[in-house]
């Protein structure tokens, strides 16, 4: 399987701040010794790559290897110039030297102090070859990617949250792992059932948005996997799977697809298995939850399937995604402190005044094209959840910066007042993950959460 995602050279993915439009993962959990720190610049070994290769023959992957440790030893030693010296023209065009250090800045203010640089990937793709440094922060974990030609160059940069190819399942005392698949396209997912439940009801899992492994995100601390065990020792099974651009890039093409190809047809495909263990009886009910743009989707797949018995929506929202978008971007300029973070901002804020229109089917937002974003403005969220009659639960930390408690959470409410069937539960001092300080998810949310679907099983 690809471990390279479509790579965009821009500043929207250099930056460390995530968007609704680009959910970020939580960390990792465990970390080792520190790397040292190489000593010739990333010139140097392009120049000698350079001359090895002087029979016209391409730069090997080694040599890139080596090239891109020498890169991310320049950035980290604030030596950009030499860096930047080796981006191709194109990306010159779309990242300026000052770009790139307000990027770096960014990534060391989430990600902390690096801790270790582990073991390069490398990948060929569309005639590059990418180079992926996995690196663990002790705050924030992120891979380094560089894409390079054939003569060294740098033709893409991108710092992103990492995600686990291979999930492994897990068998305890509480709770036992089975793999399975979900759909046409086959996608590899995982039920967790509780062994201190019989027959126990059973949740779907719907990531956010950008492309996401059935954990979303790395490691033991992954908000799904959490969850999934969370709730397994609460009595209560789950059914996670991988988003289908994650496990399967080449699907996504120019990024004009729809919500349907990228969330919900996958989604009624994983109703239908969980049908196919309630016909077995291994499980009970069915119930559906999604964490941020999953959050918004949840009352579509509950309108769209019979079999689902409720749904939970984890930070989501009834708004357009262009109108969340265009707030989280105007925040951003507003604490940005330079001029052209602020003008690459602006040139963004004006391509989603442009996608909020309407009129230009050409138009792109983030990387995503205008088929896009109708879909997801026809689904009419909030007319959708307010037509269902099954049981809803809405939960929200107030310390979210991404889908706001003063604006996003009491419209949930004025869509849904007077309906018996919705609970709303704020949580105090709770981000966009529902963790607590020390990064484990909260166990009051996942208490809620279990007792919300027993309750709707009586």
């Known amino acids: 399987m690809a471990y390279m995602r479509k790579l965009k050279s821009t500043l929207a993915v250099i930056a460390a701040v995530s968007l609704l439009a680009g959910c970020g993962e939580k960390k990792t959990s465990d970390k080792a010794d520190t790397t040292e720190a190489a000593t010739t610049t990333a010139a140097e070994t392009t120049e000698a790559a350079t001359e090895d290769s002087s029979s016209g023959s391409s730069v090997s992957e080694d040599e890139l290897v080596e090239l891109a440790k020498k890169i991310l030893d320049d950035i980290t030693n604030d030596n950009f110039k030499t860096a930047y010296d080796l981006f191709s023209k194109d990306l010159k065009a779309q990242i ?7 990027g770096w800045q960014g990534i060391k203010d989430e990600g902390g102090n690096i ?11 569309q005639g590059m070859t990418v180079v992926t440094l996995p690196i663990d922060f002790d705050k924030t974990d992120f891979d380094f990617l560089l894409a390079f030609n054939s003569e060294g160059g740098i033709e893409g940069i991108m710092f992103m949250y990492p995600q686990d190819e291979d999930i492994e399942p897990q068998v305890t005392a509480t709770f036992a792992e089975t793999i399975v698949t979900v759909g046409e396209h086959e996608l590899k997912g995982m039920l967790t059932m509780p062994k201190n439940a019989e027959k126990p009801p059973i949740v779907i899992l719907i990531q956010g948005s950008g492309q996401h492994n059935m954990n979303e995100g790395s490691g033991e601390l992954a908000t799904f996997n959490e969850l999934a065990h969370g709730l397994a020792e609460r009595g209560v099974a789950t059914l996670r799977y991988n988003k289908r651009f994650f496990q399967l890039p080449e699907l996504q093409g120019d990024g004009n697809y729809t919500i349907q190809e990228e969330v919900l047809d996958d989604a009624d495909a994983a109703v239908k298995l969980a049908k196919s263990y309630v016909d077995e009886g291994k499980v009970s009910g069915i119930y559906v939850m999604g964490h941020s743009l999953g959050g918004c989707l949840v009352p579509t797949i509950g309108q769209k399937n019979s079999d689902v018995k409720g749904v939970i929506s984890l930070a989501g929202t009834p708004r357009d995604l262009v109108d969340v978008v265009i707030d989280q971007l105007t925040a951003q300029k507003g604490e940005a402190t330079n001029d052209i973070t602020k003008e690459s901002l602006q040139q963004e804020l004006d391509a989603a005044a442009v996608m909020k229109e309407g009129n230009d089917k050409d138009a792109t937002l983030l990387g995503w094209g205008y088929n896009y974003f109708n879909s997801l403005k026809e689904l009419n969220i909030g007319e959708t959840a307010k037509s269902l009659d099954i049981p809803m639960l809405f939960l929200q930390g ?8 003063d604006k996003d959470f009491p419209l949930w409410k004025e869509y849904l007042d007077g309906k018996a069937n919705c609970t709303f539960k704020l949580y105090e001092g709770l981000g966009h993950f529902f963790s607590d300080e020390d990064g484990h998810l909260n166990k009051q949310v ?6 919300f679907i027993k309750n709707s099983e009586k």
């Open 446 to 451: 996942m208490d809620d959460t279990a007792e």
């Open 115 to 125: 801790i270790k640089i582990n073991d390069a990937k490398t990948e060929s793709e």
């Open 96 to 102: 300026t030297e000052e770009m790139l250090i307000q």
């Open 398 to 405: 107030d310390s979210d910066v991404q889908v706001y408690p």
